[in-house]
């Protein structure tokens, strides 16, 4: 009776604890017509774990910082637009997964290398299956490692080498994988310096 009594406690206590966890992460839905209206009051609201879904739309985020471990979920490609000023997302947190997206218009200079979405010195983080229309830099990864990027679609109309950065840039990073992305117009497709152990398979430039 002893020994059932001590296996009963364990079941119970496993079965608070993993429900604990499951409810501490949330979604929050960001859509003009909701209580929520941009992502980046969505982001202040998060807490690391929960998923932000972003309905369909065009959102003037400025520059959108993902600061936290979340995922950011489009739906139908709600458009974040730069405006031609701004970087359009700039990721500064480790596990953090972008997808569904369409990213368009941001700024450029010779000075710093504005990109339609960044990683900043992160692991982790996944960038899949996105639009990237017009901007300087398509998607750019600094000292990333173990991060992927995939089946996004880049398009850059430049016409002067000033007005154009690369698709796809990496930078000292490691163990990327950069898979079956589609990139026309950029400078260089896909410019690596420095990079170790990444894997760079069925993607298409032009």
Known sequence: ??????????????????????????????????????????????????TITVSSGTYHEKNLVVNKALTLIGNNYPVLDGEGKYEVVSIKSNSVTFCGFKIQHSGNGAM????????????NVTICNNIVDDTFFGIYA?????????????????KEEQEIGNGIHCWKSDSMQIIGNAITGHRDGIYFEFVTNSIIWRNVSH
Do not use: E, H, P
């Open 142 to 158: 600094q000292y990333a490692t173990n991060c992927i990027i995939k089946n996004n679609r880049l398009i850059s109309y430049g």
């Open 1 to 50: 009776m002893q020994n059932r009594s001590i296996f009963k406690f364990i079941f119970f206590f496993f079965l608070s604890t993993t429900y604990s966890l499951t409810v501490l992460s949330k979604n929050i839905t960001v859509g003009s017509s909701l209580l929520v209206k941009s992502i980046q009051q969505a982001i202040l609201q998060s807490s690391k774990g929960d």
């Open 112 to 123: 710093v290398d504005l990109a339609g979405i960044k990683i900043y010195d992160s692991r």
